[in-house]
C-alpha cells in the first residue's frame, strides 16, 4: 500500500514548530506550503489535505487569505479529504458557507472539550477530552449540511461536512509548542501565570489522547482513495 501524499497548507507565519508538530503527527508524505509566503499547490492531485493554524483571522484583509480560500475550495470540490486546525477549521467553516467571528475573548490552555454527532474522527478517544487550546476566533454558524462533532463552554470545536473535518483545538501541540504560544500571548499576567502552570507533565500526557484524531483522519483517507481508485477502475470482465 503507497503512502498518502498529502498537501499540507501551513499558515503558520512562522512555520517551523508547526512543520515539527505535523510532520510528526501525520503518517504520510506532506508536500509543504507556505500560505502566508503566497505558496499554494498547482493541482489538487494529492489524497488529501490538512491545513495549520495562523496568527491571523479568516475575515482579515491579507493579501494570501482569499486565494488560499480558492485553492480549498477547489480541493473540497474535487472529493479530497481535508482537515483544518484552529485557523484551517474556521477556514473550512468559511469556505463552506459557515461564519466565523472574534469571541471577545480568548480561551487557552489545557481544557476539556466533548465529541458529539459523528464520532469517525474520534474513533479511541473518550467522549471527553484533554485538548490545549488558544483562539479568540470561533466557527459561530456551522456550514450549511455540517454536523458539530466537538464543543466545548466556549465554543463549537468540531464539525464534519462529507470529506471535510475541521477542529479548533490543537491535537499537534506539544509541550514546548503549547509554552512558547502562551508566552507569545498578550494576556494578563496573572492569567498567563495560570496557563503556563497548567503545562505539565500530566496534562500533555492526557492530551496525548487526541492525537488519534490524526490517525484516524489518515484510515479514512485511505478508505476514501481506495473506495475511488475501485469506483474509477470499474467492474473487471471476465
Known amino acids: 500500500m503507497s503512502r498518502l501524499r498529502i498537501a499540507f497548507v501551513n499558515a503558520a507565519h512562522e512555520g517551523a514548530d508547526t512543520r515539527r508538530n505535523f510532520r510528526r503527527e501525520l503518517d504520510a508524505d506532506l508536500v509543504e506550503f507556505d500560505a502566508t509566503g503566497g505558496e499554494l499547490p498547482e493541482t489538487t492531485d494529492f489524497d488529501g489535505v490538512v491545513i495549520s493554524g495562523s496568527r491571523s483571522s479568516v475575515y482579515w484583509d491579507e493579501e494570501w487569505i482569499e486565494p488560499t480560500k480558492e ?48 464520532s469517525r474522527l474520534f474513533d479511541g478517544i473518550d467522549d471527553r477530552f484533554t ?60 492569567r498567563m501565570d495560570d496557563v503556563l502552570a497548567g503545562i505539565t507533565d500530566e496534562n500533555y500526557r492526557a492530551a496525548c489522547e487526541a492525537k488519534l484524531v490524526f490517525e484516524n483522519f489518515g484510515d479514512f483517507v485511505r478508505e476514501v482513495r481506495d473506495d475511488d481508485a475501485e469506483r474509477e477502475s470499474g467492474p473487471v470482465s471476465a
Open 71 to 118: 485553492w480549498v475550495g477547489k480541493a473540497i470540490d474535487a472529493g479530497l479529504p481535508c482537515l483544518g486546525i484552529c485557523w484551517g477549521h474556521q477556514l473550512l467553516a468559511d469556505v463552506l458557507g459557515g461564519e466565523v467571528a472574534d469571541m471577545g475573548e480568548y480561551e487557552i490552555g489545557y481544557r476539556e472539550v466533548e465529541h458529539t454527532g459523528d
Open 131 to 190: 485538548v490545549f487550546t488558544t483562539h479568540s476566533d470561533a466557527v459561530t454558524e456551522l456550514p450549511p449540511g455540517a454536523a458539530e462533532i466537538a464543543v466545548n463552554d466556549y465554543s463549537n470545536h468540531g464539525f464534519r461536512k462529507d470529506r471535510v473535518f475541521g477542529l479548533q483545538f490543537h491535537p499537534e501541540y506539544d509541550a514546548e509548542t503549547a509554552e512558547s504560544v502562551t508566552k507569545d500571548k498578550d494576556l494578563a499576567d496573572d
